[in-house]
């Protein structure tokens, strides 16, 4: 009975194996579905609101204030209490966590910082909201006028492009090759379009940290991908395949290591810079997996097949 | 095994590791330190009369001056310190000993002027979100020549010491140069200990010039300073006067001219025409008047120079500055005399700050806020090593290859924040998030030396060289486009992710050169 359950599942990865070998044409709608949806995401999302990305008050300017706290409370009464001294304004109210415990209230608002009295006005509203005095309270406040939040994006955006330009020019020096240079290039840029459209999709604002991330997944991306194609392109030993499995063997290890420390980072930290940079890391990784092992991987072998066909043998 | 340990300890990759790693430890400077730290010294408070000097603001963070004991009574932390001040009534001399000397202070109805923290174990400068304090972006409102920016960030120092604020960094930021972006540019003051609204006060303050003769002011910065000699042959040391010995010390004199305006000159003449001329018997000369001309900043006396007696009554324009400075050598005094030149003159073109600034970002964080995210981001950098740790046993089935990974991990972190302290990089979230990256990559790097050295078919048909010199070529791949990915941001965005760009640079320049060849040869000694 033991065994014939041992051989059940020796059969299902078999099997699984024999699809991912034989199949991968079909395998590769995956990922392209992915990447598909994922522009028509951030399409509909600059169509809807004219921004690529839900910004907060980091790039669109407004006032953060960060009250050390303990008790436990509830966010959306804090918000309701605050935004009904400030209708015109977006006030956005977080409870900052280290390992389960309240450790501080965040509260964000894009109120016009230059403008003292908006600023005591917020800071009376949290006040009584809290029932603290933030006099006494060893309470942390960032304001960022409006201009410069608008100018850094714009700036981030160009960093963001001459990196992935840089980028693509190193991949492509090192291989030589079109296509499977390309392919490097466009799971970098799958994986970039599929995280930014699921932190849209999960409505989650994004800052100055953000950007860093999505620079951060540039490199953990590229990673796995260059492994792959180092291996299949430039080694002879065994088959294509075998190449592909030893690549998927390291390259897993390396993703499911990168995930595992973002899911801590993600539970253990109380700072909102890394929060945001892991939970972006965390969605790219994951995106990364299938961008690396179904598409790119589809992708080179397709090229290996039309170069044999011409008679190269690779 | 002892042959490979011999080996392995005597292999110059390795050697110079543990090289880094020393040179690193030693730069880091872990100590245990009592007391606590002084931050700075506010001007003309009764701890400044007393001699205790103001914190020079690039000094390493473990060798600065300590408070040690209040009236022999050591002093633990800085509520403790706070405590024991408040417990001592005015008008009393106390004795507050410090890593430096013992100083005798007589206190006040006031405080004695120190702001102090708690003494840092280590020389790892903590960004200002880790440590507290305000951050204020400032942009100008007119385009600003370089030479420009660097007379503004000098000016905005010298205020500011003033207010005895000294622990401060000034610097300048820019965005992208056309045609990628504006080419805008910005000030940034960062000023630990300090609460937001200090800071703003300080900075919307109109920076007032005066100079005054007895009481009366004969001319302001500004308008009344027409111009500042700056250059070379204009100002610098005094070709007649020069060097010279005096005792043990030597003294050399500077000079330099400035140029008033017509009624400045107007009301000099004025306010000296009833002076006399000081006879100095010392020298047994009379070369000047005797009233000084004082500088006064935001009403805060800063230098005096005396009046040459030949000025006596005259409207002149043109009017030489002099001064001194000593030292134990020549070299030392010339300097210190240079110093002191460039500190007047600055003095005198402040109040003419060359541009309006607006205040564009500001950020403060509250130093209680800011020592719970450092146990915050240790506990989290912890967590996550030993996750990797789990992970790598579980893969690889072998100590032997799950314990050199971790001290490769540490290693890495250990030389990083060594680099940071030499160069004074400062480590604060956004530097921590790139320590993460760097780590994080070195990892996945001695996945792939593990794998393509002892794993799979390919173990037999390649000899050793040629193994790791595959997987170097993979790993110098993937360390380039990281690199190149970071380069634009350490010029975009008015610098405000360049700790984070910087520092991810670093990591993994050190984990390409240093860490991982060593961890290969930890490989191809102990494990092949």
């Not at chain 1, 006494?136 to 330009?165: M, N, P, Q, T, V």
């Not at chain 2, 880790?130 to 007379?151: C, F, I, N, W, Y």
């Not at chain 2, 140029?259 to 009833?274: C, F, I, P, V």
């Not at chain 2, 173990?459 to 380039?480: P, Q």
Request: overall charge neutral; glycine content about 8%.
């Amino acid at each position: 009975m033991e065994q014939k359950s041992a051989e059940q599942k020796k059969s299902v990865k078999q099997s699984l194996f024999e699809i991912y070998d034989r199949k991968y044409k079909l395998l590769l709608v995956i990922p392209f579905l992915m990447l598909f949806l994922g522009l028509a995401q951030i399409g509909y999302q600059v169509h809807k609101t004219g921004e690529l990305i839900k910004k907060d008050v980091s790039l669109k300017g407004g006032v953060v204030v960060t009250v050390p706290y303990g008790k436990d409370a509830s966010v959306s009464l804090i918000e309701s209490q605050i935004s009904s001294r400030f209708p015109d304004n977006d006030i956005a109210v977080r409870v900052l966590r280290s390992a389960g415990a309240v450790v501080g209230i965040l509260v964000e608002a894009d109120i016009d910082g230059n403008d003292n009295l908006q600023v005591r006005n917020l800071l009376s509203a949290i006040e009584s909201s809290l029932n603290t005095d933030l006099s006494k309270a060893d309470y942390g406040i960032e304001i960022i006028g409006s201009s410069l939040g608008e100018s850094f994006f714009r700036e981030s955006l160009i960093a963001l492009a001459i990196a992935f330009l840089f980028m693509g020019l190193v991949v492509f020096i090192y291989f030589r090759t079109l296509v499977p240079s390309a392919a490097v290039i466009l799971a970098a840029f799958s994986d970039m379009v599929v995280a930014l459209a699921v932190i849209n999709l999960l409505g989650i604002k994004i800052g100055t940290a953000g950007i860093a991330a999505f620079l951060m997944l540039i490199g953990y991306s590229v990673d796995t991908d260059i492994l792959l194609t180092v291996r299949v392109l430039k080694r002879k030993e065994g088959t294509v395949m075998d190449r592909i499995i030893s690549s998927i063997k390291t390259g897993m290890t390396m993703t499911i290591i990168a995930i595992i420390s973002t899911i801590v980072a993600l539970a253990v930290t109380q700072s909102e810079v890394i929060r945001q940079i892991m939970l972006i890391l965390l969605i790219g990784l994951i995106a990364d997996i299938f961008n690396t092992w179904i598409q790119n991987v589809g992708l080179l072998r397709l090229y290996v097949e039309s170069k044999a066909k011409k008679g190269i043998q690779i | 095994m002892n042959h490979k340990i011999r080996k392995l300890i005597t292999n110059w990759r390795v050697v110079l590791l543990v090289i880094f790693i020393i040179t690193s430890i030693v730069a880091i400077h872990p100590v245990l330190s009592e007391g606590v730290a002084i931050r700075s010294v506010l001007t003309n408070s009764s701890a400044s009369l007393a001699g205790i000097p103001q914190p020079k603001p690039n000094v390493q963070s473990v060798a600065r001056e300590r408070i040690l004991s209040i009236n022999n009574k050591p002093v633990k932390d800085v509520e403790d310190y706070y405590t024991q001040l408040s417990g001592i009534g005015p008008n009393r001399t106390i004795t507050i000993k410090t890593t430096k000397g013992a100083y005798k202070i007589l206190t006040t109805e006031s405080d004695i002027g120190l702001r102090v923290f708690e003494a840092p174990a280590t020389n790892i400068r903590k960004g200002l979100d880790l440590q507290g304090g305000t951050r204020v972006l400032l942009q100008p409102e007119a385009k600003l020549a370089p030479s420009d920016v660097s007379v503004l960030i000098d000016n905005m120092k010298e205020r500011l010491n003033v207010y005895g604020l000294s622990d401060l960094a000034i610097r300048e930021a820019n965005d992208l140069p056309p045609p990628l972006g504006t080419g805008s540019q910005y000030i940034v003051v960062e000023i630990a200990g300090a609460t937001e609204e200090e800071v703003k006060e300080l900075l919307a303050k109109q920076g007032k010039f005066e100079a005054k003769v007895g009481n009366k002011t004969i001319f302001r910065g500004g308008q009344d300073i027409v111009y500042v000699a700056r250059s070379a042959n204009e100002a610098g040391i005094d070709p007649s006067g020069g060097c010279g010995k005096e005792g043990s010390q030597w003294f050399c004199r500077f000079r330099f001219s400035i140029t008033l305006s017509q009624e400045a000159a107007q009301s000099q003449a004025d306010a000296t025409r009833d002076l006399n001329v000081f006879y100095d018997p010392v020298s047994g000369r009379s070369d000047y008047l005797s009233e000084k001309l004082e500088l006064y900043l935001d009403d805060k006396k800063v230098d005096e120079l005396n009046i040459g007696a030949d000025l006596k009554g005259q409207a002149v324009t043109q009017i030489a500055i002099s001064g001194s400075g000593a030292g134990q050598n020549q070299q030392e005094a010339i300097f210190n005399s240079l110093q002191n030149m460039k500190r007047l003159q600055t003095i005198l073109i402040t109040g003419s700050l060359p541009v309006k600034l607006s205040i564009v970002k500001t950020d403060a964080i509250s130093p209680v806020l800011g020592e719970g995210f450092v146990k915050n981001a240790i506990l989290m950098s912890l967590l996550a090593i030993l996750a990797v740790a789990v992970v790598i046993s579980i893969r690889y089935r072998k100590l032997l290859i799950a314990i050199p990974i971790l001290i490769t991990m540490f290693s890495e972190l250990i030389i990083l924040l060594g680099i940071a302290a030499i160069i004074r990089q400062n480590i604060d979230m956004a530097a921590i998030a790139g320590i993460l990256v760097a780590i994080g990559t070195g990892v996945d790097d001695q996945i792939v030396i593990t794998d393509e050295t002892l794993k799979g078919e390919t173990a037999n048909v390649y000899n050793w060289k040629e193994k790791v010199k595959r997987a170097f070529l993979i790993i110098m791949l993937a360390y380039l486009t990281v690199v190149v990915a970071m380069i634009p941001l350490i010029f975009a965005g008015a610098g405000l992710l360049k700790g984070f760009a910087i520092t991810t640079i670093i990591g993994v320049t050190i984990g390409v050169f240093i860490t991982r060849p060593a961890y290969s040869a930890f490989v191809e000694i102990i494990l092949k």
